[in-house]
């Protein structure tokens, strides 16, 4: 009973300091240990709680209970060039955004295995300053997205686990971009006398679940698979409209919905070890053209779009994340570990991308660490990502060029087994 009180209250701290940030659209950033290995081997390494979140069945690896809380801190960095009507102007974009995670696990006995997390499964943030050319479609795009997850697993055989999640996902977004104000001038054309901004604020609730299965062959080699659902969003809200614009009459406060769908994920997951080296690979497949193709935004603001209703379509492809790690396992309580990935992006081309979401496929470099003592284990990691030069259009009158688009996520983690 001591155990279950100790494992309830810290679960509790995790919960108060995991609203999640997101530093981008599809996110992994919820174990320090997997981040030293570019998250190889996801939800089947055994040396961390986050298996709850990638594989259920990965559970079972775990000999003791324990609780686990997760820093990374995301840094985003981009040289934004103009093109078409703003061609020569150049901004850039650079910020750290936090993405804490939280993880639980209460062993009922040598098979049956219960627990809980918290983590942001799907995120993004990009942030203008209200001097950048591309003002007028897009400023702060922001989207947090918190899995409450429930586990299970249970090891059916000496060699056969399963597991299976109960998630409650909560959805935050909010969009802003500015209203220009012109009046013509004799010589000069249109010049820009003043503007107002949009603040579009959307939450809601949802539910979805995820299934595993990890096979062992014996106690240095295994390989795992996870499914995680499709969720489909509704999200309310309200838009708000202030400033000194051409619609200054219609300001104030208006209602706003919308139901963007996030997509379904098959996971695959190896690891073997050799002596004192693990080696680990991972590939996920993310099905984005049956879930997110477009989705619909509504409010009653009159300035909003014919018949109050606007269409997003982002016309994704499904994509592929393919990664591989190596652990060298130097003494029983220091651990080392390298990896690197590819991630590609389901935005392929200029069409299917815009200034809220510049993503393209991207590389991965990471190094990490994780010391033991006793009942409690300290990881740090650091990975860095590179992206391929991108081009946006938001729309015909704003397109960008992104050039030396990179990442930078530091992490630290804290697990404590009793």
Not at 130 to 136: D, N, R
Request: aromatic content about 14%.
């Amino acid at each position: 009973m001591k155990k279950v009180t100790k494992l309830v209250l810290l679960v509790g701290a995790a919960f108060g300091v995991c609203s999640a940030q997101a530093g981008s659209y599809q996110l992994n950033d919820y174990s320090v240990t997997g981040l030293g290995r570019s998250y190889a081997g996801q939800g089947i390494m055994g040396d961390d709680y986050s298996a709850i979140a990638f594989n259920p069945a990965g559970m079972t690896l775990m000999e003791k209970s324990g609780v686990q809380q997760v820093f990374n801190f995301i840094n985003l960095r981009a040289d934004v060039d103009g093109l078409g009507n703003h061609a020569g102007q150049h901004k850039k974009m650079d910020f750290w955004q936090p993405v804490p995670a939280g993880f639980a696990q209460y062993n009922v006995n040598d098979r049956l295995k219960l627990g809980i997390g918290i983590y942001a499964p799907f995120g993004l943030k990009t942030q203008y300053d209200h001097g950048w050319f591309g003002k007028t479609a897009a400023l702060l795009s922001k989207l947090d997205i918190v899995d409450f997850n429930f586990s299970a697993a249970y090891k059916v055989t000496d060699h056969l686990s399963l597991g299976a999640s109960a998630i409650l996902r909560y959805i935050y977004g909010r969009m802003t971009q500015s209203i220009p104000l012109n009046i013509p001038v004799p010589g000069l054309g249109l010049m820009p006398i003043g503007g107002g901004d949009v603040n579009f604020n959307v939450h809601g609730w949802t539910q979805t679940a995820a299934f595993g299965a990890m096979y062992e062959f014996n106690k240095n080699t295994r390989f795992g698979v996870s499914y995680r659902l499709r969720s489909a969003q509704r999200a309310k809200g309200h838009l708000k409209v202030s400033g000194n614009n051409p619609m200054s009459g219609l300001n104030g406060m208006y209602t706003v919905n919308a139901n963007p769908d996030l997509p379904e994920t098959v996971t695959f997951s190896a690891y073997h070890r050799y002596k004192d080296v693990g080696f680990s690979g991972t590939a996920r497949f993310t099905h984005w053209t049956s879930s997110f193709p477009n989705f619909t935004i509504r409010s009653d603001w009159p300035g909003f779009a014919p018949n109050g209703e606007k269409k997003s379509y982002y016309k994704y492809h499904n994509s592929w994340t393919l990664t591989g790690g190596v652990d060298y396992y130097y003494c029983p309580n220091l651990t080392f570990r390298f990896g690197g990935g590819w991630d590609e992006s389901p935005a392929h081309d200029a069409s299917r991308r815009t200034i809220r979401i510049p993503d393209n496929d991207r590389w991965w470099m990471s190094v990490g660490a994780s010391y033991m003592k006793n009942n409690w284990q300290i990881d740090v990691g650091y990975a860095h990502m590179i992206a391929k030069t991108a081009k946006a259009l938001e729309d015909a009158s704003v397109q960008a060029k992104y050039k030396n688009m990179q990442s930078h996520i530091l992490g630290v983690q804290v697990q404590y087994k009793f």
